[in-house]
Structures are given as C-alpha cells and as structure tokens.
C-alpha cells in the first residue's frame, strides 16, 4: 500500500514539473543569475549543482541547444554590464564561470543532436 501510494505521488511530481517546464528552467537560470549578482564567495557545490540541475532539465525537457546558448548570450551580456560597473571583480569572474559552463553544455549538447 506504501509503494503504490509512494509511486503515485512520485509521477504526480513528475507530472506536475513538466507542466511548468517553463517556469522549472526560468528558476534555474534566475539562480544562476542570483548567484552572480547576489551571492558573496564561490561554491562548488553551488555550482556544480545547478549546473547538474540544468543538464537533468535538458534530458528531462528535452531542451535544445538554442536554449542554452541564450542563456550564455545573456550572461555574456551580464558580465559586460558587471565589467562595466565594477571592473574585474568577483561578480564578473563568476559571470565568465557561468558563461563558459554553459557554452561547454551547449557544445555537448549541439554534437548529440546532430
């Protein structure tokens, strides 16, 4: 009786997140945002973690390249406007992180739609 009820509520989770696939991914990219512009100090396990976030995000949602490569587009424009403001700084080197981790997930991705 456990398990069935345990299944249930796990696809109705699942159901409910592909629902709002839109707003699943919005909330990873505005904490990758938040994590340059708000959050002092770097992690790793901050990092990595939403980075692992957004690759389940890709097999989930099936994102395509496109998406991520907008996304590095608009970090790219952050980090300017960071470089910009306040010169090289711990928000613009966190920016050129973001950047180049989603450039590396888009060129992946881009090989394997091919």
Do not use: C, P
């Not at 992690?43 to 994102?63: A, E, P, T, W």
């Amino acid at each position: 009786m456990i398990i069935k009820n345990r299944w249930a509520i796990t696809f109705s989770l699942l159901k409910l997140l592909y629902v709002h696939k839109d707003a699943v991914v919005a909330t990873i990219f505005l904490s990758v945002i938040a994590d340059i512009v708000f959050i002092v100090g770097g992690s790793d396990f901050r990092i990595y973690g939403i980075l692992i976030l957004y690759i389940v995000n890709i097999l989930l949602y099936r994102l395509n390249s496109r998406t991520t490569f907008r996304f590095s587009l608009i970090l790219l424009g952050i980090m300017f406007l960071e470089f910009i403001f306040s010169g090289t700084s711990e928000k613009t080197e966190k920016a050129a992180v973001w950047i180049f981790l989603f450039l590396a997930v888009g060129i992946i991705q881009q090989l394997k739609e091919k």
